[in-house]
């Protein structure tokens, strides 16, 4: 047995129709693509800014290809406002259909709660702090609230987590341990010492540490955050040396949304 449950057909999680292919490289939809590389190979960085200078090699992981969710906006108000959006061109009904249903007063927004009401009809569970992040990531604020255009975006962004998840969980248990979400990370472009592994573990491990192994929904919340922090340091980092200097509201900044959420 596998440990992987399996949505209802009434929603189930689907790939993008075959009529619309997935881009990553311009406008991803989907947020979670193949991985940039094998998990055994050695983690390189390309070029930052113009290119790195020979004698400062990056120290701390290679940048992801590109297309995993949209670049993260230039600092600003974290409860900026959310604009109106529609469904793309060619949307999977169900996914409409899904909308629908959790957006209840025809606002045209959906709320956190809504949102993992909606997801976890497919038989799988979510914490609010997951959903927020997801939310987050595809808004770039913590409004609490997306439309039509992101919900889409995390619909689909989830069966990309669900293959990515199941490629690594190598014994099927339905858990990640330690060297597993070493591996997916790498997979990622983020290559974190053993020491931040451990912590990493220890943090999303639902047991507290003691089963150092991760569930599904804190796979995502993991991955979710270590992207979102390699990010905005290497946003300060243009020389890929391992370095940065922020100033105390650009560290906070860069901080707080990720874990106020």
Known sequence: MSGYA???????????????????????????PEPSQPCDAPCSAPPPCD??????????????APGYYPRSAPYGSPFASLVPSAFPPGTDPN?????RLADQD?????????????????DQSFSLRTVRLLMYHFTNTNTRKIGPKEFTSVYYSLQNWRAMFERFDK???????????????CSLGFAVSPVVLDLLVSKFD???????????????ECCLTVKG???KFREKDCTYSGSA??????FMLTVLPLFVV
């Open 6 to 32: 399996h949505p209802p057909a009434s929603f189930r999680c689907r790939a993008p129709p075959a009529h619309q292919p997935q881009t990553y490289a311009a406008d991803p939809p989907n947020g979670a």
């Open 171 to 185: 014994d099927r248990s339905g858990r990640i341990d330690p060297n597993e979400l070493r591996e997916a990370l």
């Open 51 to 64: 290119k790195p200078p020979k004698d400062k090699p990056n120290s701390y992981a290679s940048p992801p």
């Open 106 to 122: 025809g606002s045209g927004f959906i709320d956190d709660k809504e949102l993992q009401r909606v997801l976890s009809s497919c």
């Open 245 to 250: 200097t922020f100033t105390y509201e650009a």
């Open 229 to 231: 922090l390699t990010e």
């Open 95 to 99: 996914v409409v259909a899904g909308f």
């Open 206 to 220: 639902k047991s507290g540490g003691k089963d150092k192994a991760i569930e599904y929904d804190n796979f995502i």
